[in-house]
Nanobody
Framework: QVQLVESGGGLVQVGGSLRLSCAAA????????MGWFRQAPGKEREFVAA????????DYDDSVKGRFTISRDVAKSMVFLQMNSLKPEDTAVYYC???????????????????WGQGTQVTVSS
C-alpha cells in the first residue's frame, strides 16, 4: 500500500511557474516508477510525465516537453513536477501515481498505475 499526497497547486498567470510535490508514505519509495497525470473538466485523465525507479529515465507528453521537468528525491520519498511557461490549457487537477509493477519504465498509460493521490488544482489565467 502506498499513500500519496500532492501539493503545490494554485492560481498562476500565463507564463508563470509552479512546482508540484508528491509525498509518498512508503518504505519502498525507491523501488517503483512514478508518474504525473492531469484531468481538465470534461476531459479524460491524460499523461504528463513519468520517472523510473532511480530517476535515470524520464518521459513527457509532447504538450509539456521543454516546459515541465519531473524529478525525485529518494531520501525524502518525494516526486516533483516543475512547470514553467504555463499556458491556459495546462489548467487541470494534477495527480501523482505509482507504477508498482514496472519500476524500470515510464508508462504513459493511467491503467498501469496502481496508486493515486487525491490531486491538486492548477489554474492558469490569461
Amino acid at each position: 500500500q502506498v499513500q500519496l499526497v500532492e501539493s503545490g497547486g494554485g492560481l498562476v498567470q500565463v507564463g508563470g511557474s509552479l512546482r508540484l510535490s508528491c509525498a509518498a508514505a512508503s518504505r519502498s519509495f525507491g523501488t517503483y516508477a512514478m508518474g504525473w497525470f492531469r484531468q481538465a473538466p470534461g476531459k479524460e485523465r491524460e499523461f504528463v510525465a513519468a520517472i523510473n525507479w532511480n530517476g535515470g529515465k524520464t518521459d513527457y507528453d509532447d504538450s509539456v516537453k521543454g516546459r515541465f521537468t519531473i524529478s525525485r528525491d529518494v531520501a525524502k520519498s518525494m516526486v516533483f513536477l516543475q512547470m514553467n511557461s504555463l499556458k491556459p490549457e495546462d489548467t487541470a487537477v494534477y495527480y501523482c501515481a505509482v507504477d508498482w509493477t514496472a519500476p524500470w519504465g515510464t508508462s504513459k498509460m493511467a491503467n498501469e498505475y496502481e496508486y493515486w493521490g487525491q490531486g491538486t488544482q492548477v489554474t492558469v489565467s490569461s
